[in-house]
């Protein structure tokens, strides 16, 4: 892990921008840090960190704020990262569909999200690795948000996950409620109750299907991009209760 | 309205029970106020006063601890108030139902549930006046918890009411759905996702069915009774965005 860029936000968070091998990513810390502090790691949509950017840094400022350390890191065949032919070829065919208002079979939605799943969670670790390794971040971890599919895996594969805030957005693979079952941490599932693209239905499905003790579900009025900021808020209380 | 006895209880708060005709009620503030606070209404399940004591008081201290006021009355036709036959046959019946395990029907939740609606409000109604009328108390007024159908009412028909954080229960009377939709509130709506009583689909149907722009589902994991902590937590966080 190298850092090429590093500057400090109007509010004194210092942003770090790095690579990872070829993988970058961005890293927000409180402008000093006295003892090691835990992380929330920042997933998001595969539409390139730089067009993300505002969402993220914003969600990276709550963390810090309540001091915590967040990062992220680029998606595999997103922003600047090499093309993903295979994958690409199946979200044409995913846009395809749903443009016809067709119903999208399951095969296109396990062709587009299961290799994306596959090759980013090792990612999300080997980041997981590098950023422990820095002397400013302790752990615990949590995961915020993203492709939830990508969420469900990483709750169940890495153990230095302790919670896990997730997204209820539409085209999960029929799979992943298999491996929901096997989540364990404490989860706080945001749900936008009307959602356009979203089957409301299977959303409240994969929320029962999650074999955690500890899991709430928050919906609120609005469709997929108008969570409304208490949302933010509460979340932020979920996070401070399992990361401090 | 006349209060009958005074104390402070051990956090400063100051409880006060009153008598608005036959209707007994208690009265928590502030230990010292200098301008009229706000004012949360404490619903709570027909079981009498005496016997929701314990949860009330600590839902109060919580409300106080905001700087709000709480309050609450009796139900017709429970705790020290006279005993109600008609009801009370209905509530025989139901109860009967569930104990053989049978499905319960409308009319017998309209029987049991309609009566006590259409008595408490304009209760409700008179200790509001009573309340808002007292010098430390200016209002805006919150409702919260109770008898589900006691708070869309409520939440429809008292418009100094301006926020309702209400719990997802069992036994909704077909009518109370129209009602729903008229509610155009705030609302902040609890439901416990393993509620043994409780129809899910009917509770999700009813959140549903609400009026209001701006509506907040909790699910969490536990039964009737096992409502978590920060789920009291949240629903403060969503008075003090309503009344302050």
């Not at 002397?135 to 990508?150: D, F, R």
């Not at 208490?230 to 979920?238: I, K, S, T």
């Amino acid at each position: 892990m190298h850092f090429t860029s590093e500057q400090l936000l109007d509010d004194g968070v210092r942003e770090r921008e790095f690579c990872l091998g070829d993988v970058p990513g961005i890293l927000w810390t409180p402008p000093s840090v006295s003892a090691p502090v835990p992380l929330i790691l920042l997933g998001h949509p595969p539409l390139g960190l730089r067009r993300m950017y505002p969402r993220l840094v914003g969600r990276a400022r709550r963390a810090v704020a309540e001091g915590f350390a967040a990062a992220t890191i680029e998606l595999p065949g997103s922003g600047d990262r090499p093309r993903w032919t295979d994958v690409e070829q199946a979200r044409a065919d995913l846009r395809r569909a749903v443009q016809a208002g067709e119903p999208v079979g399951g095969e296109i939605i396990d062709a587009v999200v299961l290799p994306l799943v596959d090759k980013a969670v090792p990612e999300w670790q080997a980041a997981l690795d590098a950023l422990l390794s820095l002397p400013e971040i302790g752990g615990p971890v949590g995961y915020s948000g993203g492709v939830i599919s990508i969420g469900i895996r990483l709750a169940v594969v890495e153990p230095r996950i302790v919670a896990a805030g997730l997204f209820a957005g539409r085209f999960v693979p029929a799979v992943m409620f298999e491996e929901a079952r096997r989540v364990t941490i404490p989860l706080h599932v945001l749900l936008q109750w009307d959602d356009e693209g979203n089957d409301r239905q299977a959303a409240l499905d994969l929320f029962d299907a999650f074999g955690s003790e500890e899991k709430s579900l928050h919906a609120n009025v609005g469709g997929h991009t108008g969570v409304p900021q208490f949302a933010g808020e509460d979340a932020a209380g979920f996070f401070a209760r399992h990361l401090r």
